[in-house]
């Protein structure tokens, strides 16, 4: 079975920083995808973050040249540093990853994994 757990969530003044990590475990074969995204209080899931095959990278418009995702692949882990925060950065952000991972018997399958959100709020 495989958990994806986030940390670094928090309070922050608007212009501040935070850093998010998310962290894989169990029999994960290798991870192809690993995304942030967030949900605000009555708003749908957005994507905020992907990086792919690599370190190729993708950033909604309402972040980009503040946030930055980088991953750690060999210890399966994905970051995601925020700066320059905004009021409306304010929400629970999910870490998803997909990949593969090892079964009973000897197969192999395909998994979405999210974790259990970490709350972010941007206030003064």
């Known amino acids: 079975q495989v958990q994806v757990v986030e940390s670094g969530g928090g309070l922050v003044q608007p212009g501040g920083s935070l850093r998010l990590s998310c962290a894989a475990s169990?029999?994960?074969?290798?991870?192809?995808?690993m995304a942030w995204y967030r949900q605000a209080p009555g708003k749908e899931r957005e994507l905020v973050a992907k990086?792919?095959?690599?370190?190729?990278?993708n950033y909604a418009d309402s972040v980009k040249g503040r946030f930055t995702i980088s991953k750690d692949s060999a210890r399966r882990r994905v970051y995601l540093q925020m700066n320059s925060l905004k009021p409306e950065d304010t929400a629970v952000y999910y870490c998803?990853?997909?990949?593969?991972?090892?079964?009973?018997?000897?197969?192999?399958?395909?998994?979405?994994?999210w974790g259990q959100g970490t709350q972010v709020t941007v206030s003064s």
């Open positions: 998803n990853m997909f990949g593969w991972a090892n079964q009973p018997l000897g197969r192999v399958t395909s998994g979405d994994w």
């Open positions: 169990g029999s994960i074969v290798n991870i192809n995808y």
């Open positions: 990086i792919i095959s690599g370190d190729n990278t």
